[in-house]
């Protein structure tokens, strides 16, 4: 069971570049780990997925260590729109139940 | 056009009552799932469908009934509403069952006086 454990928030100012860290020590070899934005009133929207080293698209890079008992999202040169809650989820090739649940999620406030 | 839909937006209704929850998806997908976000936020799974089969069945009180006429719909049946299943419900969906991007509907903000 890949429980994550991410802190609950987080502050930073326009133009920065934000890293949110989640650990999840259980990771088992078929896990993938998966981001999502979570803005008021909406439901999440997916941001990355990764499985190992290092996945980059158009908003956000996601940095995964050897041991995979960790990943990093990177977001560069944050913007207001960025505050939102940040999700990290493991989930597995079994589809248990528990690795689709969510964390309690990251809030990041982006200051002007 | 809203990739995943769920309506109603805002359910305000009495303990006891039994209300529904409709959820449609115009993606393609074959997977469709109901969460719960709590006020502390976490997003929690309820059930999954795969191609109209049940294949996620978290523990759940008996009277929530999810139901699934086609692939494309998963709606979400209550009934005797009670105090505690106030909350935010999601209806989501994927590719396929595993290893796959959710797509979540806006919600359903539900509150039970």
């Known amino acids: 069971l890949a429980k994550t454990t991410q802190p609950i928030s987080m502050d930073s100012y326009e133009g920065q570049e934000v890293n949110i860290t989640c650990s999840h020590n259980n990771i088992a070899t078929n896990d993938y780990i998966t981001w999502y934005q979570q803005f008021p009133s909406q439901g999440p929207r997916f941001i990355i997925q990764g499985y190992k080293t290092k996945v980059t698209n158009e908003v956000a890079s996601l940095f995964i260590p050897a041991d995979r008992k960790s990943s990093t999202l990177s977001l560069p040169r944050v913007s207001l729109s960025d505050t939102a809650v940040y999700y990290c989820?493991?989930?597995?090739?079994?589809?248990?139940?528990?690795?689709?649940?969510f964390g309690s999620g990251t809030q990041l406030t982006v200051l002007p | 056009d809203t990739a995943v839909s769920q309506t109603p937006k805002y359910l305000v209704t009495q303990m006891g009552n039994d209300k529904s929850i409709k959820c449609e998806q115009n993606l393609g997908h074959d997977t469709m799932y109901w969460y719960k976000q709590d006020s502390k936020k976490f997003l929690k799974i309820m059930f999954s469908y795969n191609n109209k089969e049940l294949i996620i069945n978290e523990t759940v009180p008996n009277r929530f009934s999810p139901k699934s006429p086609d692939k494309a719909h998963l709606n979400l049946h209550i009934n005797s509403l009670e105090l505690g299943d106030s909350a935010v419900y999601f209806c989501?969906?994927?590719?396929?069952?595993?290893?796959?991007?959710?797509?979540f509907g806006s919600g359903t903000q539900l509150s039970v006086l």
């Open positions: 989820l493991v989930e597995g090739a079994s589809g248990s139940a528990r690795q689709l649940t």
């Open positions: 989501a969906s994927s590719r396929q069952a595993y290893n796959e991007k959710l797509f």
